[in-house]
């Protein structure tokens, strides 16, 4: 069966260390992936897209690496900051209309 | 923020009720979606809409039903609620569809919903 994997314990690192968070997929041959940013009580926001045909993609302090014959994707936020933390979402499509999201990690950045 | 309202934003009600959740987009997006995230299980689609009065069901579609009537409202309906349906919901929007769009996924702030 298609399975997203994120890592289900919380990530805590020191303000300004890079957080590193892994979401991988199985089953799965994906046009492209998505990270969201969700805050409690809050629905999640969009963060960035990578295609398929794509190895990495940066916006401003973060970046996302795809790598599909490791079927993994991974999210970098560089000098984190305590606003950071928050629960990291991964979201895949494959086919049309087919959009599935991980579980999500929790980052706290901690002053 | 894009905008989306969902309404009511908190609600508690009985087993066996009817209960009706909305939507409102300001977006005029085609797509608009309803999921449910449960502890451990991330969020699940239930029920898309690709148009008005175009509806498709998701995974986790049974026990509920949508409708949309204008462009800008997507109603979802728990028929007869059950506390297995006790969760919390939200409704996105999106420009296009997934799959081989590049189009992201616009969230609402979320139903809180209690079934007792």
């Known amino acids: 069966s298609q399975k997203i994997e994120q890592n289900s314990e919380a990530l805590n690192i020191q303000e300004g260390k890079t957080a590193t968070l892994t979401c991988n997929y199985t089953?799965?041959?994906?046009?492209?992936l998505q990270w969201y940013r969700q805050d409690p009580g809050r629905g999640p926001v969009f963060l960035l897209l990578i295609r398929e045909n794509e190895k990495e993609k940066r916006k401003e302090r973060l970046k996302v690496t795809f790598d599909t014959t490791l079927k993994q994707s991974l999210f970098h936020i560089t000098a984190s900051q305590p606003a950071d933390s928050a629960t990291y979402l991964c979201a895949l499509a494959e086919g049309y209309q087919k959009v599935t999201f991980g579980t999500g990690t929790k980052l706290q950045v901690i002053p | 923020d894009a905008g989306i309202t969902q309404s009511p934003r908190h609600k508690v009600t009985e087993t066996g009720t009817p209960v009706t959740l909305r939507c409102h987009q300001t977006?005029?997006?085609?797509?608009m979606y309803w999921y449910r995230q449960d502890p451990g299980h991330g969020l699940r689609l239930i029920h898309y809409?690709?148009?008005?009065?175009?509806?498709d069901k998701g995974e986790v579609s049974d026990g509920y039903s949508v409708s949309r009537s204008k462009t800008e409202d997507f109603l979802l309906t728990l028929e007869s609620a059950t506390s297995s349906q006790t969760s919390v919901y939200f409704c996105?929007?999106?420009?296009?569809?997934?799959?081989?769009?590049?189009?992201?996924?616009?969230f609402g702030d979320g139903t809180r919903l209690s079934i007792l």
């Open positions: 996105a929007i999106s420009a296009e569809a997934g799959g081989r769009s590049n189009q992201p996924q616009h």
């Open positions: 809409s690709y148009g008005v009065k175009d509806t």
């Open positions: 089953n799965y041959s994906p046009a492209y």
């Open positions: 977006e005029n997006h085609r797509y």
